[in-house]
């Protein structure tokens, strides 16, 4: 099954939820709408609004509250894309111009924090406590993950551990608490929102191992980044980190050099590396077993195509290309 067979699942919540995301961007003032308009041009995925809507439907909902969640899980993720544009200097997403490249630093952070509050509007015309409670949790925690993912930076003494909690922090975060909200606006048991929120935890892990395994085996075209982006910036993802753990000497001092210093100069050296250790097939291996761990979690709700649509859902995490 394709992401796009996927989506035909609830292919009208989907056209809802593009529809709320365009209604709630607006603002009466102008660059606002104009880094918004920029936004929604850029597309993307939109895998959390996907993991939203079905997981409501796989646990009866009938749609409805979920697809302002979804909507504003979305928000969620663009302000922190926004945000962390300006942190690291991006210059291109999706393909294209990164909003601060557009409008710059200023304009991208402000606005960045009016979609971030906007989600939060959105969230109290719900009217659910525990909906708020889970996504002032979840938030708190994202916003946690960004600032260990600079304190990792640059650091070639980053273990595997903490590298996995800040993808945890900034990435299964929210997927995880998308998950649940779900369940939770479908009005089903405890037991059920445990499952759906590890669910979405173990789908967000698996998801990011990948993307950092594209970060050095991926076609830039296709995937609208440029091959080495984390490395440019001195990130220490687990195909370095397993790198640098496992290669000789040469290969444990260059990897060591890129990320203390950044940049993309020996990135073919790199690549090497990693290649030599395994350090790809190592991450995707996790990536896999990230996906088997959320399948078993689905055995908590009732057999459905919204079911099978998640647990294919979890498959595509591990094995993206893009």
Do not use: W
Not at 71 to 77: D, K, L, N
């Amino acid at each position: 099954m394709t992401l796009d067979d996927i989506r035909a699942l609830v292919r009208p919540d989907l056209v809802s939820v593009d529809s709320v995301i365009r209604a709630r961007l607006k603002s009466s003032v102008a660059l606002v709408d104009s880094v918004a308009e920029h936004i929604i041009a850029g597309g993307g995925k939109r895998l959390r609004p996907l993991l939203v809507v079905l997981a409501n439907r796989a646990c009866g909902g009938n749609g409805g509250a979920a697809v302002e969640a979804a909507a504003f899980i979305e928000f969620i993720h663009t302000a922190t894309l926004l945000h962390d544009d300006v942190v690291d200097g991006s210059s291109m997403r999706r393909g294209r111009d990164t909003a601060n490249e557009v409008f710059g630093n200023q304009a991208s952070v402000l606005v960045g924090d009016f979609v971030y509050s906007r989600a939060f509007q959105m969230m109290a015309g719900l009217n659910s406590q525990r909906v708020m409670e889970i996504m002032a949790d979840a938030t708190n925690v994202i916003a946690e993950g960004e600032v260990l993912q600079l304190m990792n930076a640059n650091d070639p003494e980053t273990t595997e551990q903490r590298y996995l909690e800040v993808i945890y922090r900034k990435t299964a975060q929210l997927f995880e608490a998308g998950a649940e909200v779900a369940a939770v606006l479908a009005t089903t048991s405890p037991e059920v929102q445990r499952a759906l929120a590890k669910f979405g935890r173990h789908v967000g892990t698996a998801y990011q191992l990948v993307d950092d395994v594209l970060d050095y085996r991926s076609d830039p075209v296709a995937r609208g980044k440029n091959i080495g982006d984390d490395l440019a910036e001195g990130k220490p993802t687990l195909p370095l980190i397993h790198a640098l753990k496992h290669g000789n000497d040469a290969q444990k001092a260059a990897v060591r050099g890129a990320i203390e210093n950044g940049g993309i100069e020996q990135l073919d050296t790199i690549i090497a590396a990693i290649d030599a250790t395994g350090g790809l097939d190592y991450t995707a291996s996790l990536a896999r077993a990230e996906t088997q761990k959320a399948l078993e979690t689905l055995g908590a709700l009732p057999d459905s195509a919204y079911r099978n649509g998640l647990a294919e859902l979890a498959r595509f995490a591990a094995e993206h290309t893009t």
